[in-house]
């Protein structure tokens, strides 16, 4: 059964601290892998998506790496700002393709 | 529309209560999935949606938990006699292609359902 961790569960950092967020899956066989944010009570929304062909996608100051061999990604959040604070959720998707599974979250903290 | 609406945002129900939530997918989107989000959890899989086919219903905690889409765009997610363990953010996604493998997910913002 798939299972996905996040490490750290919370952090928080000073602005303008490049940071780290881990990921870690048990079965390597995964479709793709997706790096989530989520607002306090809101909806979840997708930051990046990287097939499992791909060993990265950037997104402005976002940059997430897949090394599926391992079972793991990072996110990688470059001169953090205060409008970065949320949580980060981790997802492969299942081995029929048909749904996500999800990591507990990191929830980091930005302070200006 | 131009985004996943989910109705209503929050629903308070009495134990044993039965509740109806409501999902308008992005038009067009064939893939439309449900999700449970606990307090302090991530989301865990309910239901898959392929147009008005109920592709995979494995996550459906009980008997309780039913789901239709029955002309391939809206969902309703129905749960009976509702449990005060059934309290947590429901959350519906949708995807342009048979599953979400090529083009990602988009989520609505979930209904928050408090059972007292």
């Known amino acids: 059964k798939q299972e996905v961790t996040q490490i750290p569960a919370a952090l928080s950092v000073p602005e303008g601290e490049n940071l780290v967020l881990n990921c870690s899956f048990t079965d390597s066989a995964i479709y793709n892998l997706q790096w989530f944010r989520q607002d306090p009570g809101k909806g979840l929304t997708s930051l990046l998506l990287?097939?499992?062909?791909?060993r990265e996608q950037t997104s402005g100051r976002l940059n997430a790496s897949l090394d599926k061999s391992s079972g793991r990604s990072t996110l990688y959040i470059a001169a953090s700002q205060p409008g970065d604070s949320a949580t980060y959720l981790c997802?492969?998707?299942?081995?029929?393709?048909?749904?996500?599974?999800f990591g507990k979250g990191t929830t980091l903290s930005v302070s200006s | 529309g131009a985004g996943v609406s989910q109705s209503p945002r929050y629903k308070v129900a009495k134990r044993g209560q039965d509740v109806a939530l409501r999902c308008d997918p992005i038009?067009?989107?064939?893939?439309l999935f449900w999700y449970q989000q606990a307090l302090g959890q991530g989301p865990e899989f309910l239901t898959y949606?392929?147009?008005?086919?109920?592709?995979?219903k494995s996550g459906l905690p009980s008997d309780r938990f039913f789901a239709e889409r029955p002309e391939g765009s809206v969902s309703t997610l129905k749960i009976q006699r509702t449990q005060q363990e059934d309290s947590a953010v429901y959350l519906c996604?949708?995807?342009?292609?048979?599953?979400?493998?090529?083009?990602?997910?988009?989520f609505g913002s979930g209904t928050r359902l408090t059972v007292v």
């Open positions: 997802a492969v998707t299942n081995q029929a393709g048909t749904a996500l599974i």
């Open positions: 038009s067009g989107h064939v893939s």
């Open positions: 996604a949708s995807s342009l292609a048979g599953t979400g493998l090529s083009y990602g997910y988009t």
């Open positions: 949606f392929q147009n008005e086919a109920q592709l995979d």
């Open positions: 990287i097939q499992s062909s791909q």
